[in-house]
């Protein structure tokens, strides 16, 4: 008898959907695994290959939610689409911050953190057929929101002598006639470059023009460099009449693990997104979203020593850097450096080389996209004596001399 279950067993096959076929390989996963591989052979393995805040989230916030879970009003379900109170404090912050003035009713969305509200976009907005313009390099889960859509890509350039702008006037007309969506991101992972408010406003009367909705990836919109602060795409004219702007506590507050995100501005695509997630989702924890109010509402010091630590890592890196030859652009914003691999190499023989013999993680920009290649990305998500050490090893390796 159990011969006979087992055979019928091992006959049976699990078909997946189409669309399961169509997703794009986790990138980082394969990133991790290397990393741990060398880990658990007993080395001293320097992690600048991911983008996971290393510093605790503050205290204050930790507090409220330790408060918040006591209350039995958070042990219940809470509104499909959130609470209020935490919908008018981004409101809030979005004013003082950025002078943008948002309806805390009609446009914003809350979200099981950033990640979610870009793919979830992808799948409100596209059909099979339609085009999605993309920045390459850039996040690879935009990919992600596309495929699940049946939607094709098209790639959008960056290059380093467009200080990593799209050039719009270089997309093809086809593409145009059928792109229903787009994706921008400054400050910009991989590359770390900032934009300039006349970027937005190009973006716009180019978004206009071609009935395009924008979706402004704004994950690093409180991590620019040089007490230059990046611009919101929302705080420019008409553009709440052409897209959306997704926010996230994980950067801002060091809450990645707390999933917070926010989609914000344009109402009908707020609607979508809060249409869709009815059907997935039942919003946060209430706990979660106090303790995401008090981030936002709370002093904002926080944030200051943050960008602080930031920059102060970013010219320890680069200044080691520029010791050993390894010359490259600062970059403007973001917690991420953009550098150029030595000849002879790709970015993924340059990083494979690097974790095999200086024990260093980085990522290879072809994981980023086609125009990735050339480059490799490192994190400013360690201490700085960490980073310098990461630079006397790489140092030992002669590939600048």
Not at 290 to 304: E, S
Request: hydrophobic share 40%; aromatic share 12%; glycine share 8%.
């Amino acid at each position: 008898m159990n011969s006979s279950f087992s055979s019928r067993v091992s006959a049976f096959q699990v078909q997946p959907a189409e669309r399961m076929q169509e997703l794009p390989t986790q990138f980082f996963a394969t990133l991790v695994r290397k990393a741990n591989e060398q880990i658990t052979a007993g080395h001293d393995v320097i992690n600048l290959g991911q983008g996971n805040p290393d510093q605790p989230t503050p205290p204050h916030i930790v507090k409220t939610l330790q408060e918040a879970a006591e209350n039995p009003l958070y042990h219940r379900y809470p509104p499909f689409n959130g609470f209020l109170f935490l919908k008018q404090a981004i409101a809030q912050r979005y004013k003082e911050d950025y002078g943008v003035d948002l309806n805390p009713e009609t446009e914003v969305a809350i979200l099981f953190g950033g990640k979610t509200g870009l793919v979830e976009i992808s799948q409100c907005l596209l059909n099979p057929g339609d085009v999605c313009l993309v920045p390459d390099p850039g996040y690879p889960d935009y990919w992600s929101g596309v495929a699940l859509s049946g939607a094709r890509m098209a790639f959008m350039p960056l290059h380093e002598a467009n200080a990593f702008l799209p050039d719009y006037n270089a997309l093809s007309a086809d593409d145009l006639n059928k792109a229903k969506l787009m994706f921008i991101n400054y400050p910009n992972n991989p590359t770390g470059a900032a934009a300039p408010a006349s970027f937005y406003e190009d973006t716009i009367r180019f978004a206009e023009k071609h009935g395009i909705v924008v979706a402004s990836d704004f994950a690093y919109g409180a991590l620019g460099f040089d007490g230059q602060k990046p611009v919101s795409f929302l705080q420019q004219p008409g553009a709440k009449e052409v897209g959306v702007e997704f926010y996230t506590l994980s950067k801002t507050y060091n809450m990645a693990g707390w999933r917070v995100g926010f989609a914000l501005g344009n109402p009908e695509v707020v609607r979508l997104i809060n249409l869709i997630q009815d059907h997935y989702y039942c919003s946060l924890f209430g706990g979660i979203q106090a303790a995401a109010a008090a981030a936002l509402t709370g002093p904002q010091d926080c944030v200051a020593s943050l960008l602080a630590m930031y920059q102060d890592r970013r010219d320890a890196l680069y200044s080691a850097l520029d010791q050993i030859g390894w010359k490259a652009q600062r970059s403007q914003g973001s917690f991420f450096t953009w550098l150029p691999v030595p000849k002879g190499y790709t970015s993924a023989s340059l990083a494979d080389r690097l974790l095999e013999e200086a024990k260093i993680v980085v990522a290879p920009g072809i994981g980023f996209g086609e125009n990735g290649e050339g480059y490799v990305r490192l994190g400013l998500l360690t201490p700085e004596d960490r980073l310098r050490e990461a630079v006397n090893r790489i140092a030992k390796l002669n590939l600048f001399s």
